[in-house]
């Protein structure tokens, strides 16, 4: 059987279907965070910016009470093992299937050889129990651990704890407006029921090909950082659609998954840092034509017809809030007015009252 290869512009229209940029749509915060499969939050501010580009009339004090009220939270998830926010029932799914991949970059890291000979059940036995007293930070908890073990970095034993153990970052951390410290808690504490023992690598694939498909298995490995998922779609294969794209590479999809037409028409999006639509492929063609890995970054992304077209930042000055844009191509003056309009928006969303405006630098200046 011959499988219908997609273009490019096929696979741009179907992830920015499914990752709500074709329109915004009214719906709850924490539905669109569960169909993302979570949200990159390392800059606190993040999520909500990401929101914002989805949902109609966004209301970010909506995601600050599912934080308060534990529906949602800010732990180390998928994609570099990095703070993302995600529910909490994908939490407890999904964080104990990650423990591997935590352990595997752990052992790479500097903290890891800064511990070398220490006992790190041990150290981190002592970490769990400082936490039973109280959440603390990473640092309040390095000092403590320090004491017993004088001779080693404290910074590196506070963080063996926050990158070995299920933690989340308690609010007000990541709360609209307000913000705090990195304050650390566990994960079954903080919710108040035990990670899965049962969680499936099957069902986060199959979330992933919802969420970021068609895409390959090494598609979903590098968003995951999990191995052995090419033996994983294999498995799910006949469970599965499956497609060609244009360099020949054979693409997995869950069924009925959208595919809108090609020439579907695009709005301008300015996405937060390390939004994981430009982060979630090996091959990352369906979101730009160019190299952007080695390009000039500022802090988010620009879409312009569904493509990477720049990069911007905010800035605040006495007269409000600019959104400076660096362009990596020219725009027509139909895109540049879409650009205006969408970045006014952001400003009154972002701005402390509503007032701004948007500064574009020349092509090949956004360095």
Request: proline share 7%; aromatic share 6%; with cysteine.
């Amino acid at each position: 059987m011959t499988l219908r290869t997609l273009t490019r512009r096929e696979l741009n229209r179907a992830i920015l279907e499914r990752q709500l940029l074709l329109r915004r749509e009214r719906v709850p915060a924490i539905d669109v965070v569960e169909r993302l499969v979570g949200m990159q939050a390392q800059v606190p501010t993040d999520p909500y910016t990401g929101l914002w580009s989805r949902i109609a009339d966004f209301d970010p004090l909506e995601l600050s009470a599912d934080l308060q009220e534990r529906r949602v939270v800010r732990a180390v998830m998928m994609m570099r093992t990095t703070i993302h926010l995600v529910s909490a029932r994908d939490c407890l799914e999904i964080r104990p299937l990650i423990q591997p991949v935590v352990e595997r970059q752990w052992r790479y890291s500097p903290f890891a050889k800064a511990l070398a000979g220490l006992d790190i059940d041990e150290v981190l036995s002592a970490g769990l129990a400082l936490l039973v007293e109280r959440p603390q930070t990473a640092g309040a908890i390095g000092k403590r651990l320090a004491e017993r073990w004088p001779d080693r970095d404290a910074s590196s034993l506070g963080y063996a704890i926050r990158w070995l153990v299920p933690i989340v970052q308690i609010p007000p951390r990541g709360i609209w407006g307000r913000g705090g410290q990195p304050v650390l808690e566990t994960v079954e504490r903080w919710l108040g029921a035990s990670l899965s023992k049962s969680a499936s690598v099957d069902e986060v694939v199959l979330r992933y090909l919802g969420a970021f498909g068609p895409a390959t298995a090494k598609d979903a490995s590098v968003w995951s950082w999990l191995t052995g998922l090419g033996e994983v779609v294999e498995r799910l294969r006949p469970r599965l659609v499956t497609y060609r794209d244009e360099a020949g590479r054979e693409l997995f999809d869950v069924p009925d998954a959208p595919l809108p037409d090609p020439d579907t028409p695009a709005p301008v999006r300015l996405l937060p840092e390390f939004d994981n639509i430009l982060l979630s492929h090996d091959d990352r063609s369906r979101m730009g034509d160019i190299d952007f890995r080695g390009l000039p970054w500022w802090h988010g992304s620009v879409l312009v017809d569904g493509f990477l077209a720049g990069t911007w930042r905010p800035e605040r000055r006495p007269g409000g809030l600019t959104i400076r844009i660096g362009l990596y191509r020219p725009m027509t003056d139909v895109e540049l007015a879409d650009l205006e309009a969408e970045a006014a928006g952001l400003v009154a969303f972002l701005g402390p009252d509503g007032e701004g405006d948007m500064q574009v630098v020349d092509v090949g200046r956004a360095d």
